[in-house]
């Protein structure tokens, strides 16, 4: 049974490595054979694709429990976040070209690979979508062959722009008994905790930290990883219907969503601020972040 089991996963794994002149994998998905201590929020990061889309193409009854050696098929990264196809190549041999891929590592900047490979970090960053100069252990980059980094940029979403604030979000309260009242019940016992970047602890914590300690209540596999990591990975919601429990997005320092808070309702989110000093509680319509609205996702559904 073993044999067969091993046997099977060489061949699926063959059978898309050897794939004759290829230059970037051109097949509508892929597959990643388990390790241990892998979450599928790690996998989904490092591939570009959302855990509800990982769950809904291998049938996982239960995201938050993956064996090693288990088999996922990983599907292209355009279509699980909605970006629309483009026309199909020719040929194979005008499909992207790639000088490598490589795995991030602890003491790694984006700087320094692009200057081992003899590419610009620019490039390195429009090739894998990147809104910051920030990577992570474990993150997957593409390293891209010259005058290929656009067409590889194009799998991932845009950076994204402000949009008004809802004014729905200021008559939303939360509904008692409701998933929402629980998270909005985690977030609340972490106000006046301290704010200190790249932590996530109750004696410290930046504003993705908050998010990673109030929602690994809900989800234990949840990784702890970047606001925009969140951002992409979490289901997009219209602002029109925003509920308390929600993720909120700005931004505020850099491109991109690089804040992040939780909506508590009556227009307001809970969130670590750098600015305060401690988790604290915003309006969303505050001259300091109001004008970065970027929008709404969610992790868990706070209406049920």
Known sequence: MRHHAITTILCLVLGVLLVPGATYAADPSSIYVVRPGDTLTQIGLRYGVTVQTLASVNTLSDPSRLTPGQVLKIPRARAALGVPQAQPAASRATQPALLAVYWVRGGDTLYGIAARYGVTADALK???????????????????????????????????????????????????????????????????????????????????????????????????VRSEDYYRMAKPVEAQAILPGDLVFFTTDSPGPSHVGIFIGEGKFIHASSTGSDVTISSLDDPHYGPGFLGVRRIVNPGN
């Open 126 to 224: 429009e090739a894998n979508g990147l809104w910051t100069d920030i990577i992570v252990p474990g993150q997957r980059l593409d390293i891209p062959a010259r005058g290929s980094a656009a067409a590889l940029g194009r799998r991932y979403m845009p950076i994204p722009q402000p949009i008004p604030v809802p004014p729905v979000a200021f008559l939303r309260t939360v509904r008692t008994g409701s998933v929402g009242e629980r998270i909005v019940g985690e977030a609340e016992r972490y106000l006046g905790i301290r704010y200190v970047w790249g932590a996530a602890s109750p004696r410290g914590m930046d504003c993705s930290g908050l998010v990673y300690l109030v929602f690994s209540r809900f989800v234990p596999s949840l990784g702890r």
